[in-house]
Nanobody, 125 residues
């Protein structure tokens, strides 16, 4: 199984970025997907999650209203549209998969089965 994240970069405050994560070798529709981020010196934190069907989405308070998570089950990909970026959004963003059919997603990293390699997002003021 591989989760291949891409789309990071260096932008300025207020800009947008779209992250993508391609799943390879995964029974994609059996998994809920999420994005986490980790900034230097900080713990990994949950950013957004989407259930297997794409109907139910969840966001951390810090990104709610600015970020949108979505998934394409046919293409086996998950996306994170990040709008109105702030310097505090700077981090390495990783996608993760957890095998569950529930509409309620975990937000703790240890609950997730597979992880991507991460993509760097840097937002300058």
């Amino acid at each position: 199984v591989q989760l291949q994240a891409s789309g990071g970069g260096s932008v300025q405050t207020g800009d947008s970025l779209r992250l993508s994560c391609a799943a390879v070798g995964l029974a994609f529709k059996s998994y809920a997907m999420a994005w986490f981020r980790q900034a230097p010196g900080k713990e990994r934190e949950f950013v957004a999650g989407v259930n297997w069907s794409g109907v139910f989405t969840y966001y951390s308070d810090s990104v709610k209203g600015r970020f949108i998570i979505s998934r394409d089950n046919a293409g086996e990909m998950v996306f994170l549209q990040m709008n109105r970026l702030k310097p505090e959004d700077s981090a390495i963003y990783s996608c993760a998969a957890v095998r569950t059919s529930s509409t309620v997603l975990p937000d703790t990293p240890t609950n997730f089965n597979y992880w991507g390699q991460g993509t760097q997002v840097t937002v300058s003021s």
